[in-house]
C-alpha cells in the first residue's frame, strides 16, 4: 500500500485537475449557448435558400444550367475536413477524421482525393498522409460570414476551373450538448432537388430564371459553407463540455477513492502504533 504522503500528493493532484475540468466546462457552456443561438438563427434561412436554388436549378434546361452544377465524372475529389484548433472534446475530431479517412479508402477508392482543412486537427493529421490543398484554422479565430466566404470562392474557384469533380464537406452537426451527428454533404456540383421534392410554382423571373439563379448560387453556397462552420462550432463546445463534465466526475470519484485509501491507510499506521506502544509497554512491565 502507497504510503500516506504519496496518497496526499495524489489526491491534491487530482482536486487540481478537477479544477480545471471544471472550470473548462463552465468556459464551454458559456460559448456554447452563444454559438447555439447563433447556428438555430440562421438554419431556417440557409434551409430555405438552398431548397429555392435547388427547385431554381432542377427546372433549368442543359444548356442554361448553372457551371456550378456541372456534374462531370469523378476522378478528382477535394474533401473540406471541419475539426476544431484544440482537443479535450471527446470523439469530435476523432469522428470527423475516421469518416474522411472511411471517405478516401472506401466511398472514392481509385481516384485522387486532396483536402482542405478547417482546424488544426485536421490539418496535423492530414498532412501526414496526404494533401492538404490549403489550411484555413485560423477562421475560428475570427469566425465571420465574410471569412468563411473567402474559402467558398476558393471550392467554387477550384471546381469551376476543373481542378476537382466533385467536392464534400464532412463536419459534425449540432443537435444538442451531448450529441453530434458526423455529416457528409456535397458542396459541389450542386444537387438539384428530385421530382416531387418541391412544390411547383408559376413564377415570373425577372431578368430571367438562369440570372437569378448564376447570382444566388455564390451566395447559396457560402452560407452553406458558413452554416457547416457554425454547425461545427457549436458541436465543439457541446462536446467540450460534456468531455469535460464527465472529466470532472471520473476526477470527484477518484478523489474519494483516494480519500477513502487515504484514512484507511491513516488508520492501519495508527493501529500499529498503538500496537508498538502497548507491545512495549508489557515488555517494560515484564
Do not use: C, W
Amino acid at each position: 500500500m502507497a504510503n500516506l504522503k504519496e496518497i496526499r500528493n495524489r489526491i491534491s493532484s487530482v482536486s487540481s485537475t478537477m479544477q480545471i475540468t471544471s472550470a473548462m466546462k463552465m468556459v464551454s457552456a458559456a460559448k456554447l449557448k452563444k454559438a447555439q443561438d447563433a447556428i438555430t438563427a440562421m438554419r431556417p434561412y440557409s434551409d430555405k435558400l438552398t431548397e429555392l436554388l435547388q427547385s431554381l436549378s432542377a427546372s433549368l434546361d442543359g444548356d442554361s444550367g448553372s457551371k456550378y452544377a456541372d456534374n462531370r465524372e469523378v476522378k478528382k475529389v477535394l474533401i473540406v475536413a471541419i475539426t476544431s484548433n484544440r482537443g479535450l472534446a471527446g470523439a469530435f475530431n476523432s469522428n470527423i477524421l475516421k469518416q474522411v479517412t472511411l471517405l478516401a479508402n472506401e466511398t472514392y477508392t481509385g481516384k485522387q482525393v486532396d483536402y482542405i482543412a478547417l482546424g488544426k486537427k485536421a490539418n496535423d493529421f492530414l498532412s501526414k498522409k496526404s494533401t492538404v490543398v490549403s489550411n484555413h484554422s485560423p477562421v475560428f479565430d475570427d469566425l465571420t460570414f465574410e471569412n468563411v466566404s473567402i474559402i467558398a470562392e476558393e471550392l467554387m474557384e477550384l471546381f469551376v476551373e476543373g481542378k476537382y469533380d466533385k467536392i464534400d464537406i464532412v463536419y459534425n452537426k449540432f443537435k444538442n450538448a451531448a450529441t453530434q451527428l458526423v455529416i457528409t454533404e456535397q458542396f459541389l456540383p450542386i444537387v438539384p432537388a428530385e421530382e416531387g421534392e418541391t412544390a411547383a410554382a408559376d413564377y415570373k423571373f425577372e431578368p430571367s430564371k438562369a440570372e437569378i439563379v448564376e447570382q444566388l448560387i455564390p451566395k447559396s453556397l457560402k452560407t452553406q459553407l458558413y452554416k457547416a462552420v457554425r454547425d461545427s462550432f457549436a458541436s465543439e463546445h457541446g462536446a467540450r463540455m460534456t468531455a469535460m463534465h464527465k472529466a470532472t466526475d471520473n476526477a470527484k470519484e477518484l478523489r474519494d477513492q483516494l480519500k477513502l485509501t487515504y484514512n484507511k491507510a491513516r488508520q492501519a499506521a495508527i493501529t500499529n502504533e498503538i500496537l508498538e506502544i502497548v507491545g512495549g509497554a508489557e515488555a517494560l512491565n515484564g
